[in-house]
Nanobody
Framework: QVQLVESGGGLVQPGGSLRLSCATS????????MAWYRQAPGKQRELAAT???????SYADSVTGRFTISRDNAKNTMYLQKNSLKPEDEDVYYC??????????????WGQGTQVTVSS
């Protein structure tokens, strides 16, 4: 079964940096588009950044210039470098990916989320 696992969350002071990782299982055939979403308690989930299989990226206005999304296709891993963190960046971050499985099926998968806390 395809699994997405996020890591790298934690506590950071305002202005600090974190790098989130999203690793996929080895039993996949290929990964298409990948994305990072974030969600605060009581609010709807929002798209923060995306990266296509060709490496094209896009960002929400709120994170442009501070966040950088990237991927390592050989390792089936996606990253989100987060700089100049603000209190409003304190959310649970979820990895999302469109995956083409070894079986030939394709689907959309979500990770369990990793908490990012921005506080002094």
């Amino acid at each position: 079964q395809v699994q997405l696992v996020e890591s790298g969350g934690g506590l950071v002071q305002p202005g600090g940096s974190l790098r989130l990782s999203c690793a996929t299982s080895r039993s996949i055939r290929s990964i298409y588009d990948m994305a990072w979403y974030r969600q605060a308690p009581g609010k709807q989930r929002e798209l923060a950044a995306t990266v296509t299989s060709d490496g094209m990226t896009s960002y929400a206005d709120s994170v442009t210039g501070r966040f950088t999304i990237s991927r390592d296709n050989a390792k089936n891993t996606m990253y989100l470098q987060k700089n100049s963190l603000k209190p409003e960046d304190e959310d649970v971050y979820y990895c999302n990916a469109v995956v083409f499985q070894v079986s030939g099926d394709r689907g959309v998968y979500w990770g369990q989320g990793t908490q990012v806390t921005v506080s002094s």
